[in-house]
């Protein structure tokens, strides 16, 4: 029977349909190389970091049956229940993560203690949370916590103490699970000794890290099939092992087997958990990468290839032991049939640099987003992919992570000692997600705050005896993360303390410039040819270091812009919503406000057009200001600012009032002006150290020739081009910050040691802003705060 007129065929149907399956089994797939290769390896050394110290006298066939089932059950509860059905709900528009969550309450409460916002933040499309932007509700925990600074302190410590421990990740699973992979070796004929197997993996461990700034696209296309083929190899052997030494061992898939297990080992299997806990390590790998596939792909592949891999090799594990009780030692390895053993050997080898990688590049996503947020310094991020949004390298944290994994690795030399350390890691992290979802149930999901006290209760309780059983683990290597933790995040907290602290003197002493303005007389200001650009921090007002260049040297540009370079809590900010533009005074003085917002998950590509950018947003607002466009999206609090205007960003537009001609050469012909100003151009060469310049795209600006145009846009666009031709020159603070002398010790230690050293070896400003140098006027300026 033909369909009636006006309704769609089944194919057509059909057809988006079967192409979002396809798209969600591709990534799915793609997932398996990034997100689980960590957790993947664990069986590599769960069993052999349970059955040590006083267990050991408790290696029987219940003992194990009940070890198993601990393990079945934790997978069941925390990665499967926890994450892929609640966690993995949280998302912030796409993006996860601990900084996720932060942000999400953030912008649902007043939490943040981020500087410069601006109600124009909230009117950002990826600022609404889900579909509904109905208002939040009000209550007295929100109310609490909104109004006590302190209680806000608190929530950001956690969240970097949070950080921190992931961080930590970075360093103890490529030491765990290389030396883990390696110690295969130790049940070959050739036994090798303790101090060769710790030299191969010190080798393979640097190759690791010294490969890291190709970037992962380069081998990409590998880690999938690499871990697919892992966990294809685990599988069969565990179900192997399940049938040919103890099928019985699927009984323990009962709960009743972890009471006989306490019964039993009373005390001892307590401190045992601290090794069970590891069979979850990686899993808050699901939700922090969730930006780079989809909630319904990671869950795809956990709950129908990860999750049944695992249990069906930890029983194979199981049942292995049960009737080999001394393999206990290196169970895994011992548990592979002998003509399998090399091809398991190299694969598990793989596998676990796989999950290395996976970590190591997640670090670096988490520096990042706490640079964004203003908790870490200034640091050096290389984009390895034109192609693949979001993977980057940093190298001073690549070298930091090296010298620190080698430390642990030749330090300890036993997987146990490291997955001590490693447990404390992992499970404070998924501690700290329990809390955070708590407020995020309440104050973004807007349940009831007893559902929320029911989530907390249960997942707490069970990680809460997981986290007191590897605490007692600290003084055989679980002190290690806590040290790391607290030296990465005084380093943290002192830095945003610093920043902030810097920024409310910005505040405090910003100028009027009506008021300066009126002094133009007395101080005899002059106006040069040019175009200046004023960097601050500031988002309203004129920034103090303006005000003690012009009172030093009594002249500026033609054409002034005032510059923000911002954060916001949103993980990605659209180009067409990037710039924000409006005036910093009346029309003749030529002063302009450019406010570039970015999310603390978007890239600050150096193209080098940043500049034309600029130009062409100036002079789409001159025009919309001129029609009364009424795109105008905040009205300032200063009496002197005026409206500003969400204009596009975007590179290859065209503005209605100005015509853009592109030339792809460095050196210009004689007949088009260069932006630098001639003496520019003629010492140039001395600070260019003899590099060949590079290609980059030159642009030329010209006034369109309308006659219907206002005179005074006409003669506003004209100075606004003449700027631009004449040079463009770039103004920034060199600030150095110190404790007033009545601050307390704590404070002056905080600041003129933490911060200040902080400040002087991490990168300046102007090159995080890919400021050319050639063009930079720095002020020199002391605050105290």
Same mark, same amino acid.
Not at 78 to 86: G, H, R, S, T, W
Not at 140 to 150: A, M, T
Not at 152 to 162: A, Q
């Given at each position: ?58 290696? @029987? $066939? ?21 994450? +892929? ?32 916002? =601006? ?69 070959? $004929? ?57 099928? /019985? ?10 009471? /006989? ?125 034109? =192609? ?21 690795? +030749? ?112 101080? =005899? ?26 009172? @030093? ?22 180009? $067409? ?159 150095? +910050? /110190? ?38 006027? $720095? ?7």
């Amino acid at each position: 029977m033909e369909p009636e007129s006006g309704s769609s065929s089944p194919r057509s149907l059909s057809q988006p349909s079967w192409r979002n399956h396809c798209r969600n089994l591709m990534l799915a797939y793609q997932s398996f190389g990034v997100v689980y290769g960590d957790l993947s390896t664990s069986p590599l050394y769960v069993y052999s970091s349970t059955f040590i110290g006083k267990l050991q006298h408790h290696q @029987n $066939e219940e003992a194990i049956f009940g070890a198993f089932s601990l393990i079945f059950w934790t997978l069941t509860l925390i990665p499967l229940v926890k994450y +892929v059905f609640i966690v993995l709900s949280a998302d912030d528009n796409g993006e996860g993560g601990p900084f996720a969550l932060y942000s999400l309450l953030c912008r649902h409460a007043k939490f943040s203690l981020l500087p410069n916002q =601006q109600a124009a933040d909230e009117e950002l499309s990826m600022y609404k949370y889900g579909p509904s932007a109905q208002a939040a509700v009000s209550s007295p925990l929100k109310r609490l916590l909104e109004k006590h600074k302190k209680l806000r302190t608190g929530l950001l410590l956690v969240v970097l103490f949070g950080a921190c421990m992931v961080i930590g990740d970075g360093v103890f699973t490529p030491a765990i699970s290389v030396l883990s992979s390696v110690s295969g070796l130790q049940v070959t $004929e050739r036994k090798l000794k303790e101090g060769e197997l710790v030299l191969l993996a010190c080798v393979i461990l640097v190759g690791l890290f010294t490969l890291q700034h190709y970037g992962t696209h380069r081998v990409a296309f590998l880690f999938a099939p690499i871990v697919i083929i892992w966990l294809i190899s685990i599988f069969g052997i565990g179900l192997y092992n399940t049938i040919h030494w103890n099928p /019985k061992i699927w009984r323990a898939l009962s709960p009743y087997y972890i009471y /006989k297990f306490f019964r039993e080992t009373g005390k001892d299997g307590w401190i045992s958990l601290g090794g069970i806990l590891l069979c979850i390590t990686g899993t808050e790998a699901m939700f922090a990468d969730l930006g780079h596939f989809n909630a319904l792909s990671i869950r795809l592949a956990f709950a129908f290839v990860i999750y049944p891999c695992l249990v069906v090799q930890y029983m194979g594990q199981a049942a292995f032991l049960t009737k080999n009780i001394s393999k206990i030692p290196v169970s895994f390895y011992d548990s592979i049939p002998a003509p399998l053993f090399w091809p398991v050997f190299v694969i598990a080898t793989l596998a676990a640099i796989v999950g290395s990688q996976a970590v190591i590049s997640a670090t670096f996503s988490i520096i990042k987003q706490c640079h964004a947020l203003g908790c870490f310094p200034r640091v050096k991020v290389v984009h390895t992919s034109r =192609q693949i949004y979001g993977q980057i390298y940093i190298p001073e944290i690549n070298w930091i992570l090296m010298i620190l994994c080698l430390a642990v690795t +030749v330090g300890f030399r036993d997987t146990t000692i490291i997955g001590n350390a490693y447990g404390i890691a992992c499970m404070t992290v998924m501690f700290i997600t329990t809390f955070i979802m708590m407020l995020i149930i309440i104050f973004v999901w807007q349940k009831s705050i007893l559902l929320a006290a029911m989530f907390l209760i249960i997942f707490a309780s069970i990680e809460g005896v997981y986290l007191s059983a590897a605490v007692t683990k600290v003084a055989q290597g679980g002190w290690v993360p806590l040290v790391l933790s607290c030296i990465f995040m005084v380093v943290m907290y002192v830095w945003h303390y610093g920043t902030r602290k810097k920024y409310e003197f910005d505040l405090n002493n910003k100028v009027s410039l009506r008021w300066l303005l009126s002094l133009g007389p007395s101080l =005899q200001i002059v106006r040069v040819p040019g175009m200046g650009l004023i960097y601050s921090e500031l988002a309203t007002g004129v920034p103090p270091i303006f005000s003690h260049f012009i009172t @030093n040297l009594p002249a500026f540009h033609t054409v002034l812009v005032f510059v923000c370079v911002k954060s916001v809590p949103v993980p990605h900010v659209s180009v $067409e919503e990037r710039f924000l533009i409006g005036r910093a005074c009346p029309r003749p003085y030529r002063m302009y406000r450019c406010i570039v917002r970015y999310g603390y998950m978007d890239i600050q590509r150096d193209n080098g057009d940043f500049e034309n950018q600029l130009i062409q947003s100036i002079a789409e607002f001159i025009q919309m200001e001129a029609d009364n466009t009424p795109q105008f999206t905040s009205t300032e609090s200063s009496p002197v600012d005026g409206r500003m205007a969400v204009i596009s960003a975007r590179a290859d537009r065209q503005s209605t009032s100005l015509i853009v001609s592109e030339l792809e050469d460095y050196n210009l012909s004689p007949t088009i002006r260069s932006s630098r100003s001639p003496t520019l151009q003629r010492i140039s060469p001395m600070f260019e150290d003899g590099a060949p310049p590079r290609r980059r795209q030159q642009v030329r600006f010209q006034l369109q020739q309308n006659p219907s145009m206002n005179a005074l846009v006409r003669e506003e666009l004209t100075d606004l081009i003449q700027a631009k031709e004449a040079g463009v020159t770039y103004i920034m603070g060199h600030s150095y +910050v /110190k404790a007033r002398r009545s601050s307390s010790f704590l404070k002056k230690m905080a600041i003129d040691f933490g911060y200040s050293f902080l400040r002087k070896n991490c990168r300046g400003p102007a090159v995080a802003l890919n400021i050319p140098h050639i063009s930079l006027i $720095e002020v020199g300026m002391i605050y105290y705060v």
